[in-house]
Every structure is written in C-alpha cells, then in structure tokens.
C-alpha cells in the first residue's frame, strides 16, 4: 500500500468553524508533512513530524495546529481561519533520515473559507 | 521561501513532442526530486536523482544533474496528452534531516493531441 489518504476531499468553513482535515498512510514511513498550496504556486511547507515528534513549524499562524495522534495518523486542526488561507492542503509522508527521500502525497483536500 | 526555480512557466507541446524543463537551486543538496500535479490534485513521484549522480531514465523521463550549476533539467519524450500537468522539481537540503522539501515554481506543461 503507498497511499496516503486525505479527508474530507473538499471543506467549506465559515470563520467561526472549527474543524479537522485528517490523514493517513500505513507505509510505516515515520515522517509526515502538511503542505500548503494556493493556486498556480509550489508547496510550501507548514509542519514536520518525525517519530510523532513535531520536528518543523514553519511560522504558521496558531489558528493551525497540527497532531500526530500515531505514527500512521496526522491531524490538522482549524480555527478561526480567514479567506486568505483557502488553499489546497497536502499531506505528505517518507522516511526519515535518509538521503533518498521520496515523498508520497495524498490527493490533498481543497479548503474555502468563508 | 522557495529555493528552487523553473523555466519555463508554462510550455505547449504536440503529441509526440519532446517536452524539456529546467530547474536551479541555491543550497547543496543530497537530492532532487520531480513531481508532477494534476490539475487540483496531489503530487505523484517521478524520479529522484541523487547529488552524486548525473543522468537518471526512468522509462520516458530523462532527468541530469548539474551540481557545479545547482541545475537540473527534466525531459519527457514522446509526449502523450496524458502528461498535461504542472511538473515541479524539489530539492532536500544536505543539511536537513527531516525530508524537508524545498519546491520550485513549477512548469505548466500541456500536450495537444
């Protein structure tokens, strides 16, 4: 199995809203990423776990607040988000500590802020 | 920030074409990565190659590595219409042991039939 699974596909929040975007690989890879992707832009990296650890938060705003609930799971938690971060979110997993390091994405989920 | 840049930005090819994009960086590193996307999708692997080596084919993809310019170039022969998506190289830093992925901007390449 080399999926990586992202739910929900699509979001829609209002500003106010608190909700989860969720996702999950079983390649045992001990690394996971969360990625934001406005449109027509490369990835930008939001947050490293390694071994559940957060090991990366790249200045994210606080209203972002990731958890590794295990080493299959990766969670991402959203509140009182603004327009401005309507983005695709991707999450992406490998292994770490080694040269040669291919990461595998899930489909992403599409988020609009309301 | 973004360490990676491509060129072009956008290239419109014919089926059967060869489709060529390039990619330089700034750091050293201890690989490069292409990607490719899919309109809204996520990414998908394509080939890796790593800083000691200089010429990696994986089947219609021909991807060289030039350290001493930190370039790179991605080839793609015979295109098909099926390899209409946004190609992006990546870079891991060879001071970096998290897998952390540096992304260029992209190159938007479509094939006509």
């Known amino acids: 199995d080399t999926e990586v699974t992202q739910t929900p596909k699509h979001l829609v929040m209002g500003m106010t809203n608190k909700k989860s975007l969720k996702c999950e690989q079983h390649?045992?890879?001990?690394?996971m990423y969360w990625y934001k992707q406005k449109a027509k832009k490369p990835p930008e990296l939001m947050f490293v776990y390694s071994y559940e650890k957060l090991s990366i938060n790249e200045s994210v705003p606080s209203r972002f607040s990731p958890e590794c609930p295990n080493s299959s799971l990766l969670n991402l938690h959203l509140h009182a988000l603004q327009p401005e971060d309507s983005a695709l979110y991707l999450c992406a997993s490998s292994q770490p500590g080694t040269a040669v390091a291919e990461a595998f994405f899930g489909q992403g989920t599409r988020l609009t802020v309301v | 920030s973004q360490q990676g840049e491509e060129d072009p930005q956008a290239l419109s090819i014919q089926e059967g074409e060869n489709a060529t994009m390039n990619c330089s960086y700034k750091t050293s590193i201890n690989n490069l990565q292409w990607y490719r996307q899919n309109s809204g999708r996520g990414l998908v692997h394509l080939i890796l190659?790593?800083?000691?080596?200089r010429e990696k084919h994986s089947g219609r993809l021909r991807v060289t590595l030039d350290t001493s310019k930190k370039s790179s170039s991605l080839l793609i022969t015979a295109s098909r219409a099926a390899d209409t998506a946004s190609y992006f190289c990546a870079t891991s830093s060879r001071t970096d042991s998290w897998g952390k992925l540096q992304f260029g901007a992209g190159t938007q390449v479509v094939v006509t039939p």
């Open positions: 390649m045992g890879h001990r690394a």
């Open positions: 190659i790593r800083s000691n080596e």
